[in-house]
Each structure stands twice: as structure tokens, then as C-alpha cells.
């Protein structure tokens, strides 16, 4: 996306050479399985035909969240595997199978209505099945199998999703690889797909035959611990203006900063609106290089402020970009100092940025 003014004050700048090796290290940790590549909410708001462009050589099936999505993604990869989490909306089935996009179905009553559509059709399209297997968000239940509309039903994967895989050590996940096994014994022979990222590494008994990571596609590994990803988004932002203030003197909304000395202020073109959290105020922090520039104040809709008091007048000018997310600071970091995760800082990131995309 290239703004047609070429005024944007933030850019963000997305190494598309780094997802494609992101996507081989996590295909590699679970090579005994197909590994599918997630690339719902616009690929995590990285811009889903540029993430799928530098993937479509490697990958053979993705997965979004939404049929709407699952559109937009047929008209970009023609040949390849699409299933759509949500399924179908209820009564809409036939923009599915138009679109060869393949349904997870998640309810009975979405199951029932896509086999009459089928029926009725006369082709069994294909669809997937989802299990809840304990997070009580989306499939059916253990006792929903002996359902009649279930009978001879052949899906051509078994999908759950784990609700704790970012902590290895949690009991919740054994107990939902234990439950999908079990449920997966009434339609045996069909491929399974239990792990997303996390669940990845987690250890090969969760990798069944489809794995589905997303958010390692984008350099993020949510369990914490050291990353084998390669960082993928870098995010600067422009200084508007530069104002000496004097102790005393207030900054922001609210005065919520009060300077003890005199100091610089350097005002940032980006803002709540464009992703960067009110959170971020007081803990968040912007890059000048390896210097760190602490946020003073409240964070406004289209912009922020940072004390540049140690940059010298020559190291820091109207005009001049600032780090956001780089190498002194990555979107896990930022997701601490806000008190989020690092899918929500990138399915945040704003849409009013000049994007560049680089690497291929
Ligand atoms: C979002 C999602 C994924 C991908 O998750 P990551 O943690 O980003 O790898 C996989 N499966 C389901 C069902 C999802 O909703």
C-alpha cells in the first residue's frame, strides 16, 4: 500500500524473505506433518496477498478465519488447499463451494446444513470437522458424535485448537491431545490437526498429520523463550516537531507528564489510531539508534511524545525517523510494555502507514 501523497509519518516495513524462512523453520520442527500456513485478518495485518505471494511456491493448504476472507484468498492462489475456521454463515453454504473453500464445520447444525446442501447439489464437497476438545469455543462435543447427522459422514480433516500450548507445562494441553485422539477414532483414517505455533513446539505428539502455525509466519513465538524466528516487521515513525520545554511545563493530554528540568520534546506522528496503545504511555519507549527515548505522557490519536533531551540538536531534527519496533525492541517487547500479545500489536498495526515490503 503506497499512500498517493507519500506524506505517511510511519512506515512499516515487512521482510518477506524473512516469513519464508520463518515458514521453513516451523515446517521443519514438525516434518513429519503437512504444514499449512495461517494467514487469517489480512495474514495477521501484514497484508495478506503480499504474505501469501512469497509463500504460495512452499505451501499447499492455508486457512483463514472467515468465508469473506476465504474469497479474497481464492482470487489469489487458484490452486491451492483453502479452509475457512468459521465454516459457512448459516443458510450461505453455496459461496463455499463456489469458491472451493473448504469448511471447518464447527456445529451440528452447521454440518446438517451443509450435507442437504451437498445433497441437494449432488457432490459431496469437501468439508472439515472441528472438535472442542476443552476450550469451548468452536466443534462439537464427545457426546454430539453419536449425532445422525454425522452418519457416514467423511471429512477430510479433523481439526481442535489448544487453549494453553504457550505453556508448556500445562496440564490442559495432554488432556486435549488425549480428547481429540479419542475422538478422532470415529472417523479413522482421516487427517488431524491439533497445533497451531505454539503447539508446534510442544513435541511431535501434537503434530498428527497438518499442522497450522500463523503467528511464527510473522517472526513471533508465543511461548516466550528464545525465538528461532527471524523478526519480519520494522516500524518507524517521523519526528513533526521539536520543542523545548521548561520545568514545570506540562505535556499531553491530561498535563499527565510534568517536566523536573528543562528538556526536548520531540512530537512523533503515530498514535492510538494507528496501533501504538494508550498503554504504551509511561512504560513504552521509541529508538534513536541505540538510544532510548522514554514516551512522556498520554499517547493521542495520530501522535506521541518522546524526550530527546540527550540527542544533540545534529542527532535529532524535524523530520528525522524514530524506532518503533526494531532491532532494540520487538513486537513481544512491545506486547510486555502495553500489556498485550504479539498478535495484538500486529493485527493492530494501523492502516494509515506507508508499507514497504522487501526481502524477494
Ligand atoms: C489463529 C489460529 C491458528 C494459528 O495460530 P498461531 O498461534 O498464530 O499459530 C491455528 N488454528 C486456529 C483454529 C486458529 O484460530
Not at 136 to 152: A, P, V, W
Not at 325 to 349: C, F, K, N
Amino acid at each position: 500500500m503506497t499512500q498517493n501523497c507519500q506524506q505517511a509519518t510511519a512506515r512499516l516495513k515487512i521482510n518477506l524473505a524473512a516469513i519464508k524462512q520463518n515458514y521453513t523453520v516451523v515446517a521443519a520442527q514438525a516434518a513429519q506433518a503437512e504444514c499449512a500456513a495461517v494467514v487469517k485478518a489480512d495474514a495477521y495485518g501484514l497484508g495478506m496477498a503480499e504474505v501469501v505471494g512469497c509463500l504460495k511456491d512452499t505451501v499447499e493448504t492455508f486457512f483463514v478465519a472467515q468465508p469473506e476472507e476465504g474469497c479474497t484468498l481464492r482470487a489469489l492462489l487458484p490452486e491451492k488447499r483453502i479452509f475457512v475456521l468459521h465454516g459457512f454463515a448459516l443458510g450461505r453454504p453455496e459461496i463455499l463451494a463456489q469458491n472451493r473453500l473448504i469448511p471447518v464445520l464447527n456445529s451440528l447444525e452447521q454440518i446438517r446444513q451443509w450435507r442437504s446442501f451437498c445433497a441437494q447439489d449432488g457432490c459431496e464437497h469437501p468439508a472439515a470437522l472441528q472438535f472442542d476438545t476443552g476450550m469451548s469455543r468452536f466443534g462439537i462435543s464427545e457426546d454430539d458424535l453419536t449425532d445422525d447427522s454425522l452418519e457416514e459422514f467423511r471429512p477430510v480433516l479433523l481439526v481442535s485448537h489448544l487453549a494453553c500450548a504457550d505453556q508448556v507445562d500445562h496440564p490442559a494441553n495432554e488432556m486435549q491431545r488425549e480428547r481429540f485422539v479419542r475422538m478422532c477414532r470415529a472417523f479413522p483414517g482421516v487427517p488431524r490437526s491439533l497445533s497451531a505455533t505454539s503447539g508446534v513446539f510442544l513435541g511431535q505428539e501434537y503434530h498428527f498429520e497438518l499442522v497450522r502455525p500463523g503467528v511464527a509466519l510473522h517472526g513471533v513465538l508465543p511461548n516466550g523463550g528464545i525465538s528461532p524466528f527471524k523478526p519480519v516487521v520494522t516500524l518507524e515513525a517521523q519526528i513533526l516537531q521539536i520543542l523545548s520545554i521548561k520545568s514545570g511545563d506540562f505535556v499531553g493530554y491530561g498535563f499527565a507528564y510534568r517536566a523536573q528540568s528543562p528538556m526536548r520534546v520531540a512530537t512523533v506522528g503515530i498514535g492510538y489510531a494507528d496501533g501504538i496503545f494508550r498503554s504504551f504511555s509511561g512504560s513504552g519507549a521509541l529508538w534513536a539508534g541505540d538510544k532510548r527515548l522514554p514516551v512522556l505522557g498520554c499517547v493521542s490519536m495520530d501522535s506521541l511524545a518522546v524526550d530527546v533531551t540527550q540527542l544533540t540538536a545534529e542527532e535529532c531534527k524535524e523530520g528525522d525517523w524514530l524506532s518503533i519496533i526494531g532491532p532494540q525492541q520487538d513486537v513481544t517487547t512491545i506486547a510486555e510494555m502495553t500489556g498485550t500479545i504479539g498478535y495484538e500489536i500486529l493485527t493492530s498495526l494501523g492502516r494509515r502507514f506507508a508499507r514497504y515490503y522487501y526481502g524477494l
